[in-house]
């Protein structure tokens, strides 16, 4: 069982940064697959990013390449999304998730067992 809990949306400007940060309970966090998915508002939710827990390889949405980056820090249980140059079409509520499809690149909701609660991010222009 992992319990997660976002924190650090908000209200920015676009051009601007935040970070996203995700707290993990559980012993066993080290051995999850953790990502990133957004629902903006009116929309489906979709993936952002992943980071798997073998290697700690990294898989970003075409849309936010270049922009954000993902990291996680097996030691404190927790998996940051850090969001430069954001656009008004990043506003959404920002999930974090775990899980442990053994896919070498998890990037559907349903390779993800475990979500949090959202952190609402808004990107005025």
């Known amino acids: 069982q992992v319990q997660l809990v976002e924190s650090g949306g908000g209200l920015v400007q676009a051009g601007g940064s935040l970070r996203l940060s995700c707290a993990a309970s559980?012993?066993?966090?080290?051995?999850?697959?953790m990502a990133w998915f957004r629902q903006p508002p009116g929309k489906e939710r979709e993936f952002v990013a992943g980071?798997?827990?073998?290697?700690?390889?990294?898989n970003y949405a075409e849309s936010v390449k270049g922009r954000f980056d993902i990291s996680r820090d097996n030691a404190k249980n927790m998996v940051d999304l850090q969001m430069n140059s954001l656009k008004p079409e990043d506003t959404a509520l920002y999930y974090c998730?775990?899980?442990?499809?053994?896919?070498?690149?998890?990037?559907?909701?349903?390779?993800?067992?475990?979500w949090g609660q959202g952190t609402q991010v808004t990107v005025s222009s």
């Open positions: 998730a775990a899980g442990r499809s053994g896919s070498y690149r998890p990037v559907h909701r349903w390779q993800y067992s475990y």
């Open positions: 559980g012993r066993t966090f080290s051995s999850y697959d």
């Open positions: 980071v798997t827990w073998t290697v700690g390889n990294t």
